[in-house]
């Protein structure tokens, strides 16, 4: 008979796939299939009704979330997410009459929205147009239209528990001021996930070493306050344990805008707490698989977010891998227990969540791995003083709270240096070969008792999984992806960045294609901000406008490609050809 633990997750895996099908399943069969599995009184029949239902439940609720026409628009919304910038352009959601709408804002009525928060209440002008039928990501979000803003006429700050969400975060950002803006959007990162200020090239250190999730709030955010609060909990009666501790994760939850890593940790820890208060504990599987149970039935898109399937997949792996890795270590390697502990809990989340990032985004950084391991012993204590010593910084005086924060400038220091080197080291990325070969590895490790078996399969595993990926250069050519141009050829590299050109994009491909200098940047109508990228990235030996006139009638040669410009009925074009003679850039 199957156990417990898995027939909550066969449960969790039907209402999962429910939601994505998300089909209208007529009535008379939704009810007549739901008595017949049930009348079966099988576990793996619920489970059948259970995807039945949740299916229905997704169609209805995307049957309700139909774009909007093209209207214009006056009155007031209230913010249901923070602004951030996207381009030159700020954007945020918003509850309206209509429904929810994404504000896009831009000049005047960007500067005037930049400064509020989530749960503000705003006085818009602007005009409404439809949800585009492809925005799958607009659609999890529940937005059912876009509102071009026109000006803004006035906010009411938010009230209520929001309201004391949103102080406490301004707190938090006014007392680490004195780190600096680089450093402090580190800081709301790691601490409350606010890292919507950050610059292109450091979002690009996190990605590219694979710490991105360091500054998108999780299970762990979530377990460090609570490990701040228990100690104070545990000096109150009985009867208030209960409701204090749920009520810290529902303000911690709006603090950090109950994004869906935050709402599944949160959802786990509440019904871990209510479990043991009642006298019956779960194990961490089953707590898992109720809570995705649970969360699906009340919001069946959730499933969709990409943030969401992350923090359970690695969740799972760390459940279910890295307590064999933690043993494994333990019969071989010397070292104090919290290594073991830490490096055991990288590899379970890290094998766990390679496939869904392969699938998602095409990239599994190699030095992911020990990027984490370096970064996570420091990270930790970034959380726990933030939320601690980093309110009382708020608090304080301008130079007390610099003396307060010398500890954390010393720590995202540590942790940013990590990220530089991990993203710039140039180990390239995982495949889905070298996937599939470390899935079998740790299948080895689970199955398989004898524990030289268990080694040799990790030993295989170090050699054969990333070998191919470390070895050869890139070879010549050019690329052209995104408003970015880029030629390499000799060991030289020329780059075109369009109109059309993103900072973050660029710098991914740029990544991605393992350049490490630009001999020559050519800018032809790219953004300030892309421009500023790259220059402070790679610092290029020279950079030419086209839209300057000497330009033109210039002629570059770099290595052994020849770099020149014609007019053309679409503008200025960038030619870039092979010479037969090789010299540097002149």
């Known amino acids: 008979m199957a156990s417990v633990d898995l027939k909550v997750w066969v449960f969790a895996v039907a209402t999962l796939v429910g939601s994505f099908v998300a089909s209208d399943v007529p009535f008379v069969v939704l009810a007549l299939g739901a008595v017949g599995l049930g009348a079966l009184r099988r576990w793996w029949a619920l489970a059948l009704v259970a995807l039945l239902l949740s299916s229905q439940m997704a169609s209805w609720v995307v049957a309700d979330l139909g774009p909007v026409g093209e209207l214009p628009f006056s009155g007031t919304v209230t913010l249901t997410s923070?602004?951030?910038?996207?381009?030159?352009?700020?954007?945020?959601?918003?509850?309206?009459?209509?429904?929810?709408?994404?504000?896009?804002?831009?000049?005047?009525?960007?500067?005037?929205?930049?400064?509020?928060?989530?749960?503000?209440?705003?006085?818009?002008?602007?005009?409404?147009?439809?949800?585009?039928?492809?925005?799958?990501?607009?659609?999890?979000?529940?937005?059912?239209?876009?509102?071009?803003?026109?000006?803004?006429?006035?906010?009411?700050?938010?009230?209520?528990?929001?309201?004391?969400?949103?102080?406490?975060?301004?707190?938090?950002?006014?007392?680490?001021?004195?780190?600096?803006?680089?450093?402090?959007?580190?800081?709301?990162?790691?601490?409350?996930?606010?890292?919507?200020?950050?610059?292109?090239?450091?979002?690009?250190?996190?990605?590219?070493?694979?710490?991105?999730?360091?500054?998108?709030?999780?299970?762990?955010?979530?377990?460090?306050?609570?490990?701040?609060?228990?100690?104070?909990?545990?000096?109150?009666?009985?009867?208030?344990?209960?409701?204090?501790?749920?009520?810290?994760?529902?303000?911690?939850?709006?603090?950090?805008?109950?994004?869906?890593?935050?709402?599944?940790?949160?959802?786990?820890?509440?019904?871990?707490?209510?479990?043991?208060?009642?006298?019956?504990?779960?194990?961490?599987?089953?707590?898992?698989?109720?809570?995705?149970?649970?969360?699906?039935?009340?919001?069946?898109?959730?499933?969709?977010?990409?943030?969401?399937?992350?923090?359970?997949?690695?969740?799972?792996?760390?459940?279910?891998?890295?307590?064999?890795?933690?043993?494994?270590?333990?019969?071989?390697?010397?070292?104090?227990?919290?290594?073991?502990?830490?490096?055991?809990a990288t590899i379970g989340a890290q094998v766990a969540v390679a496939p869904l990032l392969l699938w998602v985004f095409d990239d599994v950084p190699v030095a992911a791995l020990p990027a984490n391991v370096l970064a996570g012993p420091a990270s930790g204590p970034v959380m726990a003083w933030g939320l601690t010593g980093g309110f009382l910084a708020g608090l304080s005086s301008p130079g007390l709270a610099a003396l307060l924060h010398v500890p954390t400038g010393w720590l995202l220091g540590w942790i940013a240096g990590v990220a530089g080197w991990a993203s710039s080291v140039g180990w390239g990325s995982y495949g889905w070969r070298h996937v599939v070969a470390l899935f079998l590895i740790v299948l080895a490790m689970l199955v398989v008792r004898l524990s030289s078996v268990r080694w040799f399969a990790v030993a295989v595993g170090l050699i054969v999984a990333p070998g191919p990926v470390l070895v050869g250069d890139v070879g010549d050519g050019v690329v052209v992806d995104g408003g970015l141009s880029v030629w390499r050829s000799g060991g030289v590299t020329v780059v075109e960045v369009g109109s059309g050109a993103r900072?973050?994009?660029?710098?991914?491909?740029?990544?991605?294609?393992?350049?490490?200098?630009?001999?020559?940047?050519?800018?032809?109508?790219?953004?300030?901000?892309?421009?500023?990228?790259?220059?402070?990235?790679?610092?290029?030996?020279?950079?030419?406008?086209?839209?300057?006139?000497?330009?033109?009638?210039?002629?570059?040669?770099?290595?052994?490609?020849?770099?020149?410009?014609?007019?053309?009925?679409?503008?200025?074009?960038?030619?870039?050809?092979?010479?037969?003679?090789?010299?540097?850039?002149?």
């Open 82 to 344: 923070d602004p951030q910038p996207i381009g030159s352009a700020l954007r945020a959601d918003a509850a309206t009459p209509l429904g929810t709408l994404q504000l896009r804002a831009r000049g005047r009525s960007a500067d005037d929205l930049r400064p509020l928060l989530a749960g503000d209440t705003v006085a818009i002008a602007g005009r409404v147009t439809p949800r585009a039928d492809d925005a799958d990501w607009l659609l999890q979000r529940k937005v059912v239209g876009l509102l071009r803003v026109d000006r803004i006429e006035g906010y009411r700050p938010a009230t209520g528990l929001i309201g004391i969400a949103n102080a406490f975060r301004e707190t938090l950002e006014r007392g680490s001021e004195s780190l600096g803006a680089e450093r402090q959007t580190l800081f709301t990162g790691l601490v409350v996930g606010d890292d919507r200020w950050q610059s292109a090239q450091t979002s690009d250190d996190f990605r590219g070493s694979g710490l991105g999730h360091l500054l998108a709030v999780s299970g762990q955010n979530v377990a460090f306050v609570l490990l701040i609060v228990m100690p104070l909990v545990r000096l109150l009666p009985v009867s208030m344990r209960i409701g204090v501790v749920l009520f810290v994760l529902v303000l911690f939850g709006l603090v950090t805008r109950f994004e869906p890593s935050v709402l599944r940790a949160s959802v786990m820890a509440g019904l871990a707490v209510v479990s043991v208060a009642v006298g019956r504990p779960g194990s961490g599987l089953r707590l898992l698989g109720a809570c995705v149970v649970g969360l699906l039935w009340w919001d069946p898109l959730l499933g969709r977010s990409v943030g969401f399937q992350l923090s359970v997949v690695a969740s799972l792996g760390i459940l279910v891998v890295s307590p064999v890795v933690v043993r494994a270590m333990a019969d071989r390697l010397m070292g104090p227990a919290w290594l073991r502990e830490l490096v055991g």
């Open 503 to 586: 900072a973050e994009r660029s710098l991914a491909l740029l990544r991605g294609e393992r350049v490490r200098n630009i001999h020559l940047l050519v800018v032809d109508g790219a953004g300030n901000s892309t421009v500023e990228a790259l220059i402070g990235r790679y610092d290029p030996q020279r950079v030419v406008a086209v839209d300057d006139p000497g330009a033109l009638r210039s002629e570059f040669r770099v290595g052994d490609l020849w770099v020149r410009f014609a007019n053309s009925s679409r503008g200025v074009q960038v030619l870039v050809d092979r010479t037969a003679e090789s010299r540097s850039v002149e």
